[in-house]
T-cell receptor, first 116, second 113 residues
């Protein structure tokens, strides 16, 4: 059972380059998320998708775009990478109903991005 | 969602119980207490959640005070693999509120041999 899978795990970019982080979940979850985590700071939400076809900005959306390709996949794109976007990125998913699933958020293993 | 306060770090001897406190004095009546942990270089992992009753699962126990203003996560027999950052979060049950979660810095638990 793969859960949440994100790729690539490591990436080095030059300032101004673009790239897309891919994320897929196999738990049939409606909601998906992209977070970033920086030293000395908690997880911060970049973008959120409540269901296929919908996306919403989180706490730190500037410099990013997202695409909810289908129910399984939620990608994060950096159009013109900046050193301030050096971070660890986590994709996550959860149920969206009120069933007794605990509305647990399941995370991927993270993608380490360095912008030089 | 209510804010939580956790000690930045704790130590525990291997094989002993680890008791991680969390203060959530502004919690509202229908907010749940959730615990996650993040082992180094991995994504956060769900541990347990509760509303007002104490809860236990295969990973841990959650003790919530009667006034619900604080809680304690208990790892009954800590192992070296339990070394991680532990996050206490309070939130409404509806998953739509996941986007509003405040993760904070958690408690860094070091389990020592």
């Amino acid at each position: 059972n793969a859960g949440v899978t994100q790729t690539p795990k490591f990436q080095v970019l030059k300032t101004g380059q673009s790239m897309t982080l891919q994320c897929a979940q196999d738990m049939n979850h409606n909601s998906m998320y992209w977070y970033r985590q920086d030293p000395g700071m908690g997880l911060r939400l970049i973008y959120y998708s409540a269901s296929e076809g919908t996306t919403d900005k989180g706490e730190v959306p500037n410099g990013y775009n997202v695409s909810r390709l289908n129910k399984r996949e939620f990608s994060l794109r950096l159009e013109s990478a900046a050193p301030s976007q050096t971070s660890v990125y986590f994709c996550a998913s959860s149920d969206s109903g009120l069933v007794d699933s605990g509305n647990t958020i399941y995370f991927g293993e993270g993608s380490w991005l360095t912008v030089v | 969602d209510a804010k939580t306060t956790q000690p930045p770090s704790m130590d525990c001897a291997e094989g002993r119980a680890a008791n991680l406190p969390c203060n959530h004095s502004t919690i509202s009546g229908n907010e749940y207490v959730y615990w996650y942990r993040q082992i180094h270089s991995q994504g956060p992992q769900y541990i347990i959640h509760g509303l007002k009753n104490n809860e236990t699962n295969e990973m841990a126990s959650l003790i919530i005070t009667e006034d619900r203003k604080s809680s304690t996560l208990i790892l009954p027999h800590a192992t070296l693999r339990d070394t991680a950052v532990y996050y206490c979060i309070v939130r409404f049950y509806n998953a739509g509120n996941n986007r509003k979660l405040i993760w904070g810095l958690g408690t860094s638990l070091a389990v020592n041999p």
